[in-house]
């Protein structure tokens, strides 16, 4: 069993930063950032595979926001950089602990049987 633990959310200015991280008990293979707006399914944000490192972005992210993992503490952060209102969602951890899996469809909700309790972003124009 692994229980995730997301801190770090806020409100912002657009332009802005922030950085979340989730706190993870017990082995994860892989994790990743998700979020949902208010009526809308929820969306991956930013993948990464624990044994080695290698990410996937959301394009609507990409050179924006940082996935990364600090394997000695077993936490995951996700570097938020020039936010958008867009970027406005409830934030989510969730993680996988399946041996071997591939990185495909990391972007699916399925693919992970761990999720953090989810934590609010908010950005204003």
């Known amino acids: 069993q692994v229980r995730l633990v997301e801190s770090g959310g806020g409100s912002v200015q657009a332009g802005g930063s922030l950085r979340l991280s989730c706190a993870a008990s017990?082995?994860?293979?892989?994790m990743g950032w998700f979020r949902q707006a208010p009526g809308k399914e929820r969306e991956g944000v930013a993948y990464?595979?624990?044994?080695?490192?290698?990410?996937y972005y959301a394009y609507s992210v990409k050179c924006r926001f940082t996935i990364s993992k600090d394997k000695a503490k077993n936490t995951l952060y996700l570097q938020m950089n020039s936010l958008k209102p867009e970027d406005s969602a409830m934030y989510y951890c969730?993680?996988?602990?399946?041996?071997?899996?591939?990185?495909?469809?990391?972007?699916?909700?399925?693919?992970?049987?761990?999720w953090g309790q989810g934590i609010q972003v908010t950005v204003s124009s």
């Open positions: 990464i595979r624990s044994s080695c490192g290698s990410t």
């Open positions: 017990g082995y994860t293979w892989r």
């Open positions: 969730a993680a996988d602990a399946s041996l071997f899996a591939s990185d495909d469809y990391w972007y699916r909700v399925g693919r992970y049987n761990y």
